[in-house]
């Protein structure tokens, strides 16, 4: 089974923080993906990555920083945290492929910005 | 942008049938469906890849209309299982060998008994 593993569920911070989400994948697959969930908004993508140091901007990156330096690992980087970036944070990972391939998801970081 | 899902919400009872719309304002060359359940993480669902192509998952199918930018979900004889918010993303091609999705805001489906 694919296993996508997100190093927190709940996160507190404070306003100015700098904030490190973790994604970590098994199953050696190029993509990886971060979104943000809010209610009502759905799934938007911040920050995806095809390969090892490799990233592109999604659909709202401003804010958000990302970083690939080993395959299975994928971070979110906050670097001077909001309240505006209070949110659920998923991660994702998929094989190569150009659009016909399945995302598995992480159990979400819920991130609250005091 | 984000592709357009109706309705946004749907309460159906159990044996009762349902269908859940996708349209996009871009076009569309692959949609990707997903259900994710209250408090968990979205899962698959199903990938239609080509225009006019229908696929079926137990009694959950898809069809898509590429020429009209449209996806649909249809549930069928519905279940208790079935509840939760369903997704659709629209595939778009990076052009550096990869791909990324624009979900929809989401369908809030609640099956009653």
């Known amino acids: 089974d694919v296993k996508v593993t997100q190093s927190s569920r709940y996160l507190v911070k404070r306003t100015g923080e700098k904030v490190f989400l973790e994604c970590v994948q098994d199953m050696d697959h190029e993509n990886m993906f971060w979104y943000r969930q809010d209610p009502g908004l759905g799934l938007r993508l911040i920050y995806f990555?095809?390969?090892?140091?490799m990233k592109e901007k999604g659909d709202i990156p401003e804010g958000y920083s990302v970083s690939r330096e080993k395959k299975e690992r994928f971070s979110l980087i906050l670097e001077s945290a909001s309240t505006n970036q209070t949110s659920m944070y998923l991660c994702a990972s998929s094989p190569w492929g150009l659009g016909g391939e399945t995302q598995y998801f992480g159990p979400g970081t819920r991130l609250l910005v005091l | 942008q984000q592709p357009v899902q109706s309705p946004q919400a749907v309460i159906l009872r159990e044996g009762e049938d349902a269908v859940i719309n996708c349209s996009s304002s871009?076009?569309?060359?692959?949609v990707h469906w997903y259900r994710q359940k209250h408090g968990e993480a979205p899962v698959f669902l199903m990938i239609?890849?080509?225009?006019?192509e229908q696929k079926g998952h137990d009694k959950i199918s898809a069809s898509f209309n590429e020429k009209k930018q449209q996806s649909s979900l249809y549930l069928t004889a519905s279940q208790l299982s079935y509840s939760g918010t369903y997704f659709c993303?629209?595939?778009?091609?990076?052009?550096?060998?990869?791909?990324?999705?624009?979900f929809g805001k989401g369908t809030k489906l609640s099956v009653i008994p």
């Open positions: 871009k076009a569309l060359y692959s």
């Open positions: 993303g629209r595939c778009r091609d990076t052009g550096a060998g990869s791909y990324q999705l624009t």
């Open positions: 990555s095809y390969d090892v140091k």
């Open positions: 239609l890849l080509k225009g006019g």
